[in-house]
């Protein structure tokens, strides 16, 4: 069984960038700067680094150092575990590890919200950021950090930044490449054999990681049955739709009726 896990499966899981969740913890970044919503948020430019790593220490804090509200990846992880499979996710708030996913069949494509890397970069190394994160967020005053929290790369000095795969400067370190290489692995022992491709909350932002090579591995393999749940985008093209299962719903709720 392969696993591609998109934002709607945080979503689901109750990790929503906006509405009630987004107010109780960015009230004040809202009210000063017109913020519409934590996906936003990343991108606003701010004036200081220390007003910038006050949002990026809470929205770390709220999506990658705390539980999903939801037990969907605890659902999920009670209907996979005891089979042979592999995991691979454009999320970046770890919430599959957080659940109890083994580390070894998890590849996060696109990063992962508790790292950091040199915003040259000037090499390909991450950092792990929660001891800084977390005191960031608790000493962080009327919306700035302590100037000497902000962080900066230890072999050239420049401003350290996210291990988010944004542009060309994302790095993809040793533990990345390890993981890509468990993945490609995975799908070699398994060629052409009886397989669950089974896609959860995948959009059509980045549908080249998961969708689309989901679709043509399904079309090679006459064993293989793809699976997509997702509310208003579960479909699938007609050359694999007597292979195929879509549902339209939520994740959650599909989850804990199979179980």
Do not use: S
């Given at each position: 069984m392969l696993i591609g896990a998109g934002a709607g499966l945080s979503t689901s899981a109750g990790l929503t960038y906006s509405g009630e969740r987004f107010e109780q913890n960015f009230g004040d970044f809202i009210e000063k700067y017109h913020i519409p919503d934590m996906y936003s948020g990343g991108f606003y430019p701010f004036d200081t680094p220390e007003e910038y790593w006050a949002w990026w220490s809470r929205h770390i804090c709220c999506n990658r150092y705390t539980d999903a509200p939801k037990p969907v990846y605890h659902d999920l992880l009670e209907l996979v575990k005891d089979k042979d499979y592999f995991v691979l996710t454009t999320n970046v708030d770890h919430q599959f590890q957080r659940a109890g996913f083994d580390k070894e069949r998890l590849f996060y494509t696109q990063g992962d919200y508790g790292l950091w890397q040199c915003s040259q970069p000037c090499h390909s190394k991450t950092y792990d950021n929660e001891e800084t994160v977390r005191r960031m967020a608790a000493e962080q005053k009327d919306m700035k950090v302590p100037s000497e929290l902000v962080p900066r790369c230890p072999v050239c000095g420049k401003p350290m930044t996210m291990n988010l795969r944004a542009d060309d400067t994302?790095?993809?370190?040793?533990?990345?490449?390890?993981?890509?290489?468990?993945?490609?692995?995975?799908?070699?022992?398994?060629?052409?054999?009886r397989m669950l491709f089974l896609e959860l909350g995948v959009g059509y932002n980045t549908?080249?990681?998961?969708?689309?090579?989901?679709?043509?591995?399904?079309?090679?393999?006459?064993?293989?049955?793809?699976?997509?749940?997702?509310?208003?985008?579960?479909?699938?093209p007609e050359e694999i739709s007597k292979q195929a299962i879509c549902i339209d719903g939520d994740i959650g709720t599909v989850l804990n009726t199979l179980a």
């Open positions: 994302f790095v993809e370190d040793a533990d990345w490449h390890a993981a890509a290489g468990r993945y490609a692995e995975f799908l070699r022992r398994h060629e052409g054999m549908p080249g990681i998961i969708k689309y090579p989901f679709w043509q591995m399904t079309a090679r393999n006459a064993k293989a049955v793809y699976a997509c749940i997702n509310v208003g985008q579960a479909a699938c």
